[in-house]
């Protein structure tokens, strides 16, 4: 698998400078042109990261595990999804939701996971189109 | 756009790979197959639209809500 450099900002600091390319397999919905991206942990806990294009470093989108927020999100992943993943065991899958941070809210895209292959490092965008999920959750409220 | 008329078991090709039946058609509610390679995602079009906005909107946040949510994100029970 290829490896690159992390494009550095202030923010990130604490980054490791090689980071693993992730290949989704079909580019999100909004942006067709952005396949490689990095999965960057911006906090301590593990509970806020980037998901980072490396085609253009500008484009990133704030993702974060649906542990601890979600408890009991279990999506079924489509067999469509589970075949551009290349046939992944459960095990070798992690999800990841695109959080928006609003004025008063902050709120997870339960629709539309990005599920990883850890093994062979594709992903995608799951549409869970058919379910009740909600495209906007609450995550946290703003004080 | 380009508009044809098809029947019940008529079919649609779209460039080389992508092929759309009309498999049923009973008053206002037509039933489509639709075979595709798989990296072509196929989706009821305002499903789609919905999550390109939701994309969109949460693309590229600035600086200062990154910091603030790596600062401030926490799990529920602690809000």
Redesign the interface.
Known sequence: MSSTQAVS???EEQMITTIPTIHL??P????PAHRRFALVR??EEG??Y?FTSLDNP?????V?PPD??FENYTPEIPD?SL??LGYPDAEDLITML????GRDA?AA?L??PIVINTVNRMAC?V?L?GTDMP??AI???KE | MLVLTRRAGESVMIGDDVVITVLEARGDVIRLGIQAPKDVRVHREEVYRELQAANREAASPTDEVVEELTRTLRPPEEQ
Not at chain 1, 98 to 101: E, F, K, L, N, Y
């Open positions: 900002r202030p923010l397999a079909a999100m919905p909004g942006f911006l906090n509970l806020l980037a500008e484009l990133r989108f704030l974060v601890p927020f469509e075949a551009l695109v959080i928006t941070a902050t895209n629709m539309a965008q549409v189109a495209v906007r995550l946290s409220k």
